[in-house]
């Protein structure tokens, strides 16, 4: 029987280590069989298979569980971009002994491979020399496919990000239909979505004590196959949305099949057991009833809408994204299960509630773990540099900088970090932090004293969390800061400011810099912050996302108004001057997301000229697996306002085809000549040809300029 999911978590060193820890810490995990036997190993108890190049580092996520796996005392193994071609490169390091992991790498492969308009990438930035085509399309379901091939009998666990985003049904951008649950498609046996170290520890032990892999049902942060209802669970329908309707009375969603059973049988007026139709009866007053206790969230899952019906029904679709992101509290989720196929061949899909946040402590272990923090030296040249064709790119980003925190309770819709790492905020304490930065000092070749960056997905969320525990465990908003900063929200930067100051105040240590995403929402709330990090953290430029102007896609996206970015700004530049320094704040904005419209786009590029910001790159909204903007790109629907099937349903503006989505990137690159012809059609044709022309309040001028051959420039759409 499936036990429910254990709400208070187990320690991650406080398993029994292996017998294999007596091996001890390999240098680097071994890649093949010569350094296996080097090691003095027979085989390894885990493979782990990933779409990246291996590198030793804490930012990989195939080293984090490499490493964890190792400092409980299992073997493990690392083939790393394997040619997927034929099962032979899977058997390099012969059988596994308990399970294979798998991993597409750091990213979802379809967006490592693929850009915004679907086209082939020309590079890959966590392969040797940037080269690209080193991993297939789907690479997870590709490489559980070969495992299963090399190995038959192996138990095959898949995790990292493009098994968490694809964990139910969804929309598949680059194919543009609905996929089926990755879990059956790969046909691995267990699924850890999320940060999977408690998942991955727990399920390990229990395969190591030979449990079946079907038997392990009850891990948090897990999925697998069903093919028989769950005993002793209470199932809650959520398959269809509610119908008005002149004569049935109202569905409630969450309404279960067997409350709605007896509710029909005592409404219908029919005998239940002939079906004809009862003699009339006198009136009866009833005793007041007691509802019924709720059954406890623990032995509670809620039926989502089939793959079939979110295939082929736009509004079951959205209404299943609702209900999935209703449910990604640890502290109060339920278990979600989902059909997919029909009679006979159906099969449920079973998604455990979300991993418990890892502690303080926790963080520490797994980012104090022995990483070589740099590529396997297979990976280097014949001096052992790395460099020209060897250079990863990925690693040359990160290699210098100090991960100090997960999580993000931003909830931007079209953003996967919440999804994947959970909106409660998991931060390393100090103390570990400054000991990570000492040992990049001490040895990380050619480190200058820089630190690249000291951040994590949000750089100014350490530390910051809800006042309240048990406020936090009941809550069920999709962000803490939108629409305004919820009042149980902790914002007070001061442990983050006393890190730099510890941090800048090291010996060797000439400067550290702030290069992750910054909140500023948050960080106007604490103007000690932002002078701190003016001063002292920011190299020139500072990176911020405003995304947005207007409020139709800022509401989209949920991201605060453009007002507080103006305030910021303004906090930012009055540090600035104070400490004598010439800096800059560098906008970041998405062109054709959901809910945005012609003249949303037209807006911003007003503003971006009265702002005299001339973006060099822009970023088109991507529809990435689960994402909640995705759900409102694929049905036009908002299902931050709730789904209805009638006039109550709001509506979204899509940017769908190459002709518009070029337009609305055009508008965030105003001043690029070669966009002039697409804009000025675009600006006739909304009302606006008064700002075509050759002065201050035009956007565009009337005239193109030559090219390099004396012929006018002239773009695609000018003429049509």
Not at 70 to 84: D, L, M, S
Not at 124 to 134: E, I
Not at 144 to 157: F, H
Not at 526 to 544: D, F, M, N, W
């Amino acid at each position: 029987m499936n036990a429910p999911p254990d709400p208070s978590p187990r320690p991650l060193t406080s398993h029994k280590p292996f017998w294999a820890k007596r091996f001890g810490t390999a240098p680097f995990l071994p890649m093949n069989r010569q350094e296996m036997d080097t090691l003095g190993w027979d085989c390894c108890d885990v493979i782990l298979v990933t779409g990246d190049a291996y590198v030793d580092h804490p930012s990989f996520g195939m080293a984090v569980i490499g490493r964890v796996l190792e400092a409980q005392g299992f073997r493990v193994g690392i083939i790393a971009q394997p040619n997927w071609h034929s099962a032979e490169p899977f058997r390099a390091l012969g059988r596994p002994n308990l399970f294979w992991g798998v991993t597409a790498g750091n990213m979802d492969s379809m967006i490592n491979r693929y850009t915004a308009e679907r086209r082939i990438r020309s590079d890959d930035a966590y392969t040797p020399g940037g080269q690209a085509g080193q991993r297939p399309d789907h690479a997870a379901i590709v490489y559980c496919q070969r495992c299963r091939e090399a190995y038959k009998e192996v138990p095959i666990l898949l995790g990292g990000i493009e098994g968490s985003l694809r964990r139910i049904a969804h929309y598949d951008y680059w194919s543009d239909t609905v996929r089926r649950s990755i879990v059956l498609d790969s046909k691995c046996d267990l699924l850890l979505y999320g940060n999977a170290e408690r998942a991955l520890l727990e399920t390990a032990h229990r395969l190591a004590r030979r449990v079946p892999v079907t038997q392990i049902t009850d891990v948090r942060g897990t999925a697998f196959v069903r093919r028989a209802p769950e005993p002793d669970w209470v199932e809650i329908d959520s398959t269809e949305i509610d119908r008005p309707g002149p004569i049935d009375a109202l569905t409630h969603p969450y309404q279960t099949p067997g409350e709605r059973n007896s509710r029909h049988h005592c409404e219908s007026g029919n005998d239940h057991k002939t079906g004809r139709p009862e003699p009339a009866a006198q009136p009866i007053h009833f005793a007041p009833r007691h509802k019924p206790a709720p059954a406890p969230r623990q032995r509670t899952v809620i039926r989502l809408p089939s793959y079939e019906q979110v295939k082929s029904d736009p509004v079951l679709y959205a209404h299943a994204s609702r209900v999935l992101h209703l449910e990604t509290n640890p502290g109060n989720a339920r278990a979600l299960v989902q059909t997919h196929g029909q009679g006979a061949t159906a099969r449920d899909v079973w998604i455990n509630p979300p991993p418990i946040p890892l502690s303080t402590a926790e963080m520490d272990w797994v980012y104090g773990l022995p990483y070589a923090r740099s590529p396997h030296p297979s990976y280097a040249d014949k001096r052992g540099r790395h460099d020209g064709a060897t250079k990863i790119p990925a690693w040359e980003m990160i290699r210098f900088s100090v991960n100090i925190m997960r999580g993000c309770f931003g909830g931007c819709t079209f953003c996967s970090i919440t999804e994947h790492e959970g909106r409660i905020i998991q931060s390393r304490s100090a103390a570990s932090i400054i000991e990570e930065i000492e040992a990049v000092r001490d040895h990380v070749a050619g480190f200058t004293g820089v630190i690249s960056d000291l951040g994590g997905p949000t750089a100014n969320m350490y530390r910051l969390g809800c006042k309240s525990r048990a406020i936090e465990a009941a809550c069920r908003k999709p962000s803490c800061v939108y629409p305004g900063i919820c009042g149980n929200l902790v914002t007070d930067h001061k442990p983050l400011i006393a890190l730099y100051r510890r941090a800048r105040a090291l010996p060797g240590i000439k400067k550290v810099l702030i290069g992750s995403g910054l909140r500023y929402d948050l960080a106007v709330r604490s103007p000690e912050y932002v002078r701190e990090l003016a001063t002292h953290h920011v190299g020139g430029y500072l990176k911020i996302a405003p995304e947005h102007t207007e409020a139709g896609p800022l509401s989209k996206m949920m991201k605060p108004g453009i007002a507080t970015y103006d305030r910021f700004k303004t906090i930012f530049d009055q540090a600035s001057q104070a400490a004598n320094k010439e800096q800059f704040l560098i906008p970041y904005f998405i062109a054709a997301h959901p809910g945005t419209t012609d003249q949303d786009m037209l807006s911003l590029a007003l503003w971006l000229k009265a702002n005299g910001i001339r973006a060099d790159q822009v970023q088109a909204f991507y529809p990435s697996p689960m994402a909640t903007a995705t759900a409102m790109y694929h049905t036009g629907l908002n299902p931050l306002k709730g789904i209805h099937r009638d006039d109550r349903a709001e509506l979204i503006d899509t940017v769908k085809g190459e002709r518009r989505r070029r337009l609305h990137k055009a508008f965030l690159r105003w001043h690029d000549p070669a966009n002039w012809p697409l804009l000025r059609n675009a600006l006739k044709r909304m009302g606006h040809a008064e700002l075509i022309g050759n002065g201050k309040r035009h956007l565009i001028p009337a005239w193109q300029p030559a090219t390099e051959h004396g012929h006018p420039r002239q773009t695609p759409g000018e003429n049509s």
